[in-house]
Antibody, heavy 112, light 107 residues
Framework: QVQLVESGGGLVKPGGSLRLSCVAS????????MSWIRQAPGKGLEWVSH????????YYADSVKGRFTVSRDNDKNSLHLQMDSLTADDTAVYFC?????WGQGALVTVSS | EIVLTQSPATLSVSPGERATLSCRAS??????LAWYQQKPGQAPRLLIY???TRATDFPARFTGSMSGTEFTLAISSLQSEDFAVYYC?????????FGGGTKVEIK
């Protein structure tokens, strides 16, 4: 059974940084591309980033390009999202996703 | 970027009635469309993929279909547990995009 568990969320001040992690189990992690998707409070869903199975291909949404960095460790079945220069608009629940399977999300709140 | 337009934004339906949700793509996406169900405080759950294949967790009253760039999710007889927000998502081309969602509420 596919399990994705995010961690690292919390409260951070504008301009600050946060690193999210997602630990995967129940499938061969190195065989799949992975994505981050976010949802601002009371809003819809926004794709944030994608990384290919071997980490060689990475995409970002324009809204986070240059500020967020996605990475993965296939030996540790883990996915990461380094978020820098955070603003209030980055406040959201961040979901780790494998194709159509999603974790429960990590809440990131950017506020002074 | 492929834009997905969902309609209506809110659908008020009585239990036992049929609900029909629409998702229109701004360009052809073949059948690379998924539907998700989201309840308050929960992550979205995959409901339909490849436009019409139902995920194993969901009963047969949920049906997905497509015609060109128009996609439809039908719920034949709404049960109390079906009241939620439904999102469509295209995975034909990067970036992945989502529709704005349809909230199905109790009438």
């Amino acid at each position: 059974q596919v399990q994705l568990v995010e961690s690292g969320g919390g409260l951070v001040k504008p301009g600050g940084s946060l690193r999210l992690s997602c630990v995967a189990s129940g499938f061969t992690f190195r065989d799949y591309y992975m994505s981050w998707i976010r949802q601002a409070p009371g809003k819809g869903l926004e794709w944030v980033s994608h990384i290919s199975n071997d980490g060689s291909t990475i995409y970002y949404a324009d809204s986070v390009k240059g500020r967020f960095t996605v990475s993965r460790d296939n030996d540790k079945n883990s996915l990461h999202l380094q978020m820098d220069s955070l603003t209030a608009d980055d406040t959201a629940v961040y979901f780790c996703a494998r194709v159509h399977d999603w974790g429960q999300g990590a809440l990131v709140t950017v506020s002074s | 970027e492929i834009v997905l337009t969902q309609s209506p934004a809110t659908l008020s339906v009585s239990p036992g009635e049929r609900a029909t949700l629409s998702c229109r793509a701004s360009q052809g996406i073949s059948n690379n469309l998924a539907w998700y169900q989201q309840k308050p405080g929960q992550a979205p759950r995959l409901l339909i993929y490849s436009a019409s294949t139902r995920a194993t967790d969901f009963p047969a009253r949920f049906t997905g279909s497509m015609s060109g760039t128009e996609f439809t999710l039908a719920i034949s007889s709404l049960q109390s547990e079906d009241f939620a927000v439904y999102y469509c998502q295209q995975y034909y081309h990067w970036p992945l995009t989502f529709g704005g969602g349809t909230k199905v509420e109790i009438k």
